[in-house]
């Protein structure tokens, strides 16, 4: 059953709209500006309530907790996510070249101080291997390891206090930035790390922890390499000391992938049969330890072993500030990365199941882990893709899971730890490369995304690239650099194209894809796809003139045939009004001048700015040009749909100074209404019937 729509109504201008159905005027910029600043200093009971619930979540949604419905769900997930934190937090350490410990550490502090200020209910914090392993660069960077291997007790913790001093330096910066971002509200700057650019960066980070990992997994003791081609320095490295292979650490680690890889697989595949995934890293990490320290694999086989564990918490000092001019670059990039991927995560889990985050919070929840966190020796945290991903399949429902995973850990440091003395390396390198399973992964989404859009499957790959070819951070820069351009060419390059009238309707598209749509004789009506900028205001001149056909040599003739018509037009009228009528002319000649312009030339050029979200000066211009060019040729320009910032910056440029301010229109129908009733009876009143 076909539906009919019947409308009859005025002819809008824009200012006839705006007198008809417009606000009230807006209070002037100062007092705006007042009333912003002073909303905010507004002191009562409610306001500081509503902020205190507002940055420290937990006293908002820790009173409607509902214990019965969700407590067990979350001490299984958080439980869970604890057993899995101890094996990588350690694991995770040793990308950043420091000791196991200081994983654990990080695995503690940071989930309690997320679980107070954080508004993501699924999000697990923590250890993140590419943020250890960007940050394991700079700290060898800054404090390399020796070459020789025989270094006396004495000198290996003070090389070793020196690295976790740097690693929780760039950590106490990172939150400090965050803190700034939260205090300038840029929590939109993560949205600058696009879907493409996240997984691309993710992906190729996960090679670079893979290749760092074979010298543990082999029992080579070479040095770490860092900067530009570091990966391919690596490789090459393993490669060459390949003779040298600890066949005893091999064994362990083939064994260990043996083990890690089917029961990884068995938790994905029947991940929701099982009520919570089978803790297989924390079991190899058990095992491993009770067969080492049976056989004394570190003395038969010179087997490396993780070593002392200090028992308890660490005291709090401070970080080594002093390297904070050297670490600051790095740091930026580290920062970005930990909280785009802590928000994408949040994002996910947050529309699955019907919930908001806030962005700014979480810069906030974030800084304070970071920067508390690095006064008790922690390296940088960050939500984790595969501890978030069994948090939320093991049936966490709020930040309350975190409570369970944090006991677990200090179980782990208070009691625990020095029982891991005689874990292998090898057995926490294959640990980590295990974990990276999803980041490999995210390979399968390469079809589908050439599918959909060809210029993100661009970025992706570029971006991929970048990191492994060049390095984490320089790829990473490289990646965002190439995004932006690709958004800045396809506003560049915005296509401008005629519209036709559908028969009958209101309704006006593009000819070039609507052969039944028909242009409106003696109008032009143009619409341009985009932005009009400095950056792409020639391409749409070009378009305009090729589609009007505008030229110079043109536009100079049709001046010169207008001047010469308004010249005979002039005399015509002298010789009247002197009573003498000059036949030769009048208006013969005038009414053939006029029906051959409307037969075969543009009278009026209407262009449809619905699609024109902002325009700069160089874009007002440009309109200002083409009026003056357009009345040389006697054309007029109309506009319609232009929205509100669009037409304050055309009427603030002058724009009305050159062209008839009723002459813009609330919608295309109108205006061609307009043009229409214009040429044929100018003096009835406008109305429109569709």
Request: aromatic share 10%; glycine share 6%; hydrophobic share 45%.
């Given at each position: ?23 009230e ?49 979350d001490?299984v ?6 057993i ?10 040793l ?34 291997a ?12 800054l ?13 290996a ?107 990884k ?32 694999l ?25 390297t ?20 994408s ?10 919930y908001s ?19 008790f ?7 984790t893709?595969?501890?978030?991903n ?5 049936g ?51 079809p589908?995304?050439?599918?959909v ?27 965002v650099?190439f ?12 296509g ?16 070039d ?22 950056g ?15 030229t110079p ?11 010469a ?16 009528a ?9 009414e ?6 409307s ?15 902002f ?22 320009i ?8 669009v037409?304050?910056i ?19 129908h ?6 229409q ?12 019937w569709?």
């Amino acid at each position: 059953m076909s539906t009919s729509v019947a409308v009859y109504r005025n002819i809008y201008t824009e200012d006839r709209f705006r007198q008809t159905f417009g606000t009230e005027a807006k209070p002037n910029g100062k007092a705006r500006l007042r009333e912003t600043l002073s909303k905010p200093c507004r002191c009562s009971r409610e306001t500081c309530l509503h902020l205190l619930k507002e940055r420290v979540p937990i006293f908002s949604w820790l009173p409607k907790y509902r214990l019965r419905k969700w407590i067990l769900g979350d001490t299984v997930a958080g439980l869970t996510v604890g057993i899995l934190h101890i094996p990588q937090g350690m694991a995770f350490a040793l990308l950043t070249s420091v000791a196991p410990i200081y994983g654990l550490y990080t695995s503690f502090f940071p989930v309690v101080l997320y679980m107070l200020f954080g508004t993501g209910r699924h999000v697990s914090t923590g250890t993140f291997a590419v943020v250890s392993l960007m940050t394991g660069s700079v700290v060898e960077q800054l404090v390399p390891t020796p070459p020789a291997q025989n270094s006396s007790s004495t000198e290996a913790a003070e090389l070793e206090a020196q690295r976790i001093g740097v690693a929780s330096a760039i950590a106490f910066l990172s939150g400090v930035m965050m803190l700034c971002m939260f205090g300038l509200q840029l929590g939109f700057l993560s949205t600058y790390l696009s879907e493409p650019i996240v997984k691309a960066f993710t992906s190729a980070a996960a090679f670079h922890v893979t290749i760092s990992q074979l010298q543990s997994m082999l029992g080579l003791r070479l040095p770490r390499y860092t900067g530009t081609f570091s990966l391919f320095k690596t490789l090459a490295s393993v490669l060459e000391n390949l003779p040298h292979t600890n066949l005893a650490e091999l064994l362990i680690s083939l064994l260990c992938l043996a083990v890690l890889i089917p029961i990884k697989e068995v938790n994905t595949r029947f991940r929701k049969r099982l009520r919570t995934p089978i803790p297989v890293e924390i079991l190899t990490v058990i095992i491993a330890t009770a067969v080492a320290y049976a056989t004394s694999l570190d003395s038969t086989y010179d087997v490396q072993i993780v070593g002392h564990i200090p028992a308890g918490f660490p005291r709090p000092r401070l970080p080594a500030l002093q390297t904070v001019p050297d670490i600051a670059g790095d740091t930026v990039a580290i920062t970005f990365v930990g909280y785009a991927v802590s928000v994408s995560l949040a994002m996910i889990y947050a529309d699955k199941h019907g919930y908001s985050i806030h962005p700014n919070q979480e810069l906030l929840a974030h800084g304070i882990s970071n920067t508390v966190s690095s006064l008790f020796t922690c390296f940088p945290s960050s939500a984790t893709l595969a501890t978030t991903n069994i948090l939320e399949s093991a049936g966490g429902y709020t930040q309350l899971s975190g409570l369970f995973t944090s006991l677990v850990v200090l179980v782990v440091l208070l009691l625990i730890g020095p029982l891991f003395y005689f874990l292998p390396k090898a057995v926490l390198a294959c640990i980590n490369v295990t974990s990276l399973r999803q980041m490999f992964l995210q390979f399968q989404d390469l079809p589908d995304l050439w599918r959909v859009s060809r210029i993100d499957f661009m970025v992706w790959l570029v971006t991929w690239l970048s990191v492994v070819v060049l390095n984490v951070d320089l790829g990473l820069a490289i990646g965002v650099v190439f995004s932006m351009m690709t958004v800045v060419c396809r506003t560049q390059r915005a296509g401008c194209s005629v519209l036709g009238r559908a028969s009958n309707t209101e309704i006006y598209r593009p000819i070039d894809n609507h052969n039944k749509c028909y242009e409106v004789p003696g109008v032009k009506i143009l619409t341009y796809n985009g932005p009009i900028y400095y950056g792409n205001r020639s391409f749409f001149k070009a378009d305009v003139n090729q589609l009007l056909g505008l030229t110079p040599e043109r536009i100079r003739s049709q001046e010169k045939a207008r001047k010469a018509l308004e010249k005979r037009e002039r005399e015509a009228i002298s010789t009247v009004e002197r009573g003498v009528a000059n036949t030769s002319f009048s208006s013969e000649n005038s009414e053939f001048f006029k029906s051959e312009m409307s037969e075969n030339e543009v009278q009026a050029v209407l262009i449809d700015c619905s699609s024109v979200i902002f325009v700069d000066v160089a874009g007002a211009k440009l309109f200002i040009q083409m009026c003056v060019e357009c009345q040389k040729m006697g054309v007029r320009i109309y506009l319609a749909n232009c929205n509100e910032s669009v037409l304050k910056i055309l009427t603030s440029s002058g724009l009305m100074n050159y062209m008839n301010p009723q002459h813009i229109f609330v919608t295309v129908h109108d205006a061609v209404v307009y043009i229409q009733q214009q040429r044929e009876k100018p003096s009835e009143n406008t109305m429109i019937w569709v």
